[in-house]
């Protein structure tokens, strides 16, 4: 069952330009995970964050997450034509073991040059 | 430090057919997940395994197996082909000692069923 629902599905910017991704799920979790995709291949981890955090940076990545309305977001800032991918926010089940991570079905980010 | 390495890379059966995949996790992790990805279903979980034992499984029929060996190395099968087993399929790899555990994923396999 879908836990993570990314908003939007799809988005196109400019480069330079911010990119901000939005996802919400709807049980409690232990910590949330954004994956980068390119094209049909292999996912790329990108941050994981605790429930009892609420910022984190990595670079050009900004994550927040806010427990109490069950969602997070990813910010991309400067983006480059690189950053064209799909991106997927993922949950921990906690009733489940903890290899078992559960997807949202992506935004979709297309950066024209 | 390797990355998860999958292997073969690309797959082509014929419906009735059985196939294995295989993955190679990160040298040290314990734990690996077989993910399903298709257009229509997203990212679905398989299962996972640790320390050759499965630890949890998705809702998939009992077509789909796995194994894991004492290096930590996985395989999944599939028999009886269908159509509809046309996927990417993706495993990961992660420490799985504690509650946050980052996975890290291989290039996948993509199954072509004709």
């Known amino acids: 069952s879908q836990q993570g629902e990314e908003d939007p599905q799809a988005l196109s910017i400019q480069e330079g330009e911010n990119a901000t991704m939005n996802c919400s799920y709807k049980?409690?979790?232990?910590?949330l995970q954004w994956y980068r995709q390119n094209s049909g291949r292999g996912l790329v981890h990108l941050i994981l964050?605790?429930?009892?955090?609420r910022e984190k940076h990595s670079g050009r990545l900004r994550v927040t997450l806010d427990t109490s309305k069950k969602s997070s977001s990813l910010l991309i800032t400067a983006s480059r034509a690189a950053d064209t991918a799909s991106y997927f926010c993922?949950?921990?089940?906690?009733?489940?073991?903890?290899?078992?991570?559960?997807f949202g079905k992506g935004t979709k980010l297309s950066v024209k040059p | 430090k390797a990355g998860v390495t999958q292997t073969p890379r690309y797959l082509i059966k014929t419906r009735g057919q059985q196939v294995t995949l295989s993955c190679s996790p990160i040298?040290?992790?314990?734990?690996v997940s077989w993910y399903q990805q298709t257009p229509g279903q997203g990212l679905q979980f398989l299962f996972e395994?640790?320390?050759?034992?499965?630890?949890n499984k998705g809702n998939f029929p009992g077509r789909f197996s796995g194994r894991q060996f004492s290096n930590s190395r996985s395989e999944m099968n599939v028999s009886t082909l269908e159509l509809g087993d046309s996927a990417l399929y993706l495993c990961?790899?992660?420490?799985?000692?504690?509650?946050?555990?980052?996975?890290?994923f291989g290039p996948g396999t993509r199954l072509t069923v004709l």
């Open positions: 990961a790899s992660s420490f799985s000692t504690g509650t946050y555990n980052e996975q890290f």
């Open positions: 049980t409690s979790i232990n910590n």
């Open positions: 964050i605790r429930s009892n955090e």
């Open positions: 993922a949950t921990d089940d906690p009733g489940g073991s903890q290899g078992n991570l559960i």
């Open positions: 040298s040290g992790h314990r734990s």
């Open positions: 395994y640790f320390s050759e034992t499965q630890r």
